[in-house]
């Protein structure tokens, strides 16, 4: 017998996540929107997640705003990133606009103390990880409910089955 898929917990939470996650990844490609609080950021922007620290914050802070416009890429890879804690007299004066959201937050970056950082987390990236996990969750209990079916079949009492 078959395990049964469609009654299972696993799979239906593992789509319920998934669905949320390619939503909020639509959602970012034109808004962004997040909350700060006591210096620990979390966004929801272009195409991924960004969680950093700001060390100058102290306030709180949760909103939505227009995104940047940058040229669409969907496979963006992941990054993390360190201020420099450069003045803005350091700066170069004429630079061409950034053209992916790692450039960009390289130049926001560079005037931020050192102790200040980001990480980026890409939306395809989330979605391979939760997609591993489901799956993975769905074999264990699929190979868990057919060895508890064998036992049934031939007669064994219900008792814990490893």
């Known amino acids: 017998m078959r395990y049964p898929l469609h009654r299972s917990l696993v799979l239906w939470g593992a789509l319920l996540v998934m669905g949320f996650t390619v939503w909020a990844w639509v959602d970012s490609r034109g808004m962004n929107s ?14 991924g997640i960004s969680i950093g620290w700001r060390s100058r914050s102290t306030s709180f802070w949760a909103g939505r705003e227009e995104g940047h416009v940058l040229p669409e890429q969907v496979l963006l890879p992941p990054f993390f990133l ?41 939306h395809w990236l989330v979605l391979l990880v939760e997609a591993a996990a489901g799956g993975g969750l769905i074999a264990w209990r ?21």
Not at 146 to 160: M, Y
Request: net charge neutral.
């Open 34 to 47: 997040g909350v700060m609080w006591r210096g620990m950021a979390a966004e929801n922007i272009q195409n």
């Open 82 to 122: 360190c201020g420099k804690g450069l003045k803005n007299s350091d700066l170069p004066e004429n630079e061409s606009s950034p053209e992916t959201l790692k450039e960009l937050a390289i130049r926001w970056m560079r005037t931020k103390p050192p102790d200040d950082w980001i990480l980026f987390i890409p």
């Open 142 to 162: 699929a190979r868990r409910w057919r060895s508890w079916h064998r036992l049934q079949e031939a007669g064994s009492t219900t008792e814990a089955v490893e």
